[in-house]
Nanobody, 124 residues
Framework: QVQLVESGGGSVQDGGSLRLSCVAS????????MGWFRQTPGKERAIVAA???????YYADSVKGRFTISRDNAKNTVYLQMNSLKPEDTAVYYC??????????????????WGQGTQATVSS
């Protein structure tokens, strides 16, 4: 069982920044691929970014150059730095853990554990 606890959401103006954090309870966190997804009402949960154990990353086209995913294995924590935020980035953001080592999968169904979500709202 893995518990994921997100924090860092909030409300910002267009062009602002937020930093999301996700702390995992699993001791083998360092071998897991971690992902950030987001969801808006009426839409499916979609990948934002992911990072595997070696630091390889994936970004959705819509956030490339604006968002950065990183991890601190000593703290069992994954971060999502979100800069140059736009109103269309408004969503509930979820942290997720994929227990299969190495792979980066963009499909939500491949992730084994999820956090409770944190709301990020960007106003124009």
């Amino acid at each position: 069982q893995v518990q994921l606890v997100e924090s860092g959401g909030g409300s910002v103006q267009d062009g602002g920044s937020l930093r999301l954090s996700c702390v995992a309870s699993r001791r083998t966190f360092s071998t897991n691929t971690m992902g950030w997804f987001r969801q808006t009402p009426g839409k499916e949960r979609a990948i934002v970014a992911a990072i595997n154990w070696s630091g390889s990353t994936y970004y959705a086209d819509s956030v490339k150059g604006r968002f950065t995913i990183s991890r601190d294995n000593a703290k069992n924590t994954v971060y999502l730095q979100m800069n140059s935020l736009k109103p269309e980035d408004t969503a509930v953001y979820y942290c997720a853990a994929d227990l299969t080592p190495s792979r980066i999968d963009i499909r939500a169904a491949r992730y084994d554990y999820w956090g409770q979500g944190t709301q990020a709202t960007v106003s124009s």
